[in-house]
Antibody, heavy 125, light 108 residues
Framework: EAQLLESGGGLVQPGGSLRLSCAAS????????ISWVRQAPGKGLQWVSV????????YYADSVKGRFTISRDNSKNTVFLQMNSLRDEDTAIYYC??????????????????WGQGTTVTVSS | EMVLTQSPATLSVSPGERVTLSCRAS??????LAWYQQRPGQSPRLLIY???TRATGIPARFSGSGSGTDFTLTISSLQSEDFAVYYC??????????FGQGTKVEIK
């Protein structure tokens, strides 16, 4: 069964840092892009960042650009989100999700079809 | 910046009724649109991609239509497990991706 499992959330003070992990299993990880999506308390979904399967492409929402860094280790089937200079408004549940897949030179997009259970980040003094 | 506007914000419906949700994009996204369902306390679940293709395991009562800037998600006969929040998401060209603000389907 294809799965994603997030970890690393917690309580951090404003200005602090946190590193989230997303561990994958049950599918071909190295050809799958992985996105981070967050949800503030009582709010909707907000796309945060995505990394391609070979780490060649990374993209960020304007609200996190310059503060968050996405990376991956395909030998460990894991994607990371390094979050620095955290603000109150970064408080949210952070989900990772499988994004596009690559078949040779073809990019397949079938929606974000696998989601983790989420990890909670609370930024507060 | 791409904006997706969903309407209505909340829909009060009785079980068995037909439901139509709308998603409008601020510029054309072609058919590069997905729909997700999120039940309380759960992660989002992919329903539709490519504007009209049901994801694996999604019941036939869910259907999507539209292209360009106007999209619709229809639930032909609402079941008890369908009371949830529904989001549209665009993935046109390259990121940043965008979600709509969501439509809550609640019991009337």
């Amino acid at each position: 069964e294809a799965q994603l499992l997030e970890s690393g959330g917690g309580l951090v003070q404003p200005g602090g840092s946190l590193r989230l992990s997303c561990a994958a299993s049950g599918f071909t990880f190295s050809t799958s892009a992985i996105s981070w999506v967050r949800q503030a308390p009582g709010k909707g979904l907000q796309w945060v960042s995505v990394i391609s399967g070979n780490s060649g492409r990374t993209y960020y929402a304007d609200s996190v650009k310059g503060r968050f860094t996405i990376s991956r280790d395909n030998s460990k089937n894991t994607v990371f989100l390094q979050m620095n200079s955290l603000r109150d408004e970064d408080t949210a549940i952070y989900y990772c999700a499988r994004d596009w897949r690559v078949r040779g030179v073809i990019i397949d997009y079938f929606g974000m079809d696998i989601w983790g259970q989420g990890t909670t980040v609370t930024v507060s003094s | 910046e791409m904006v997706l506007t969903q309407s209505p914000a909340t829909l009060s419906v009785s079980p068995g009724e037909r439901v139509t949700l709308s998603c409008r994009a601020s510029q054309s996204v072609g058919s590069n649109l997905a729909w997700y369902q999120q039940r309380p306390g759960q992660s989002p679940r992919l329903l539709i991609y490519g504007a009209s293709t049901r994801a694996t395991g999604i019941p036939a009562r869910f259907s999507g239509s539209g292209s360009g800037t106007d999209f619709t998600l229809t639930i032909s006969s609402l079941q008890s497990e369908d009371f949830a929040v529904y989001y549209c998401q665009q993935y046109n060209n390259r990121p940043p991706w965008t979600f709509g603000q969501g439509t809550k389907v609640e019991i009337k």
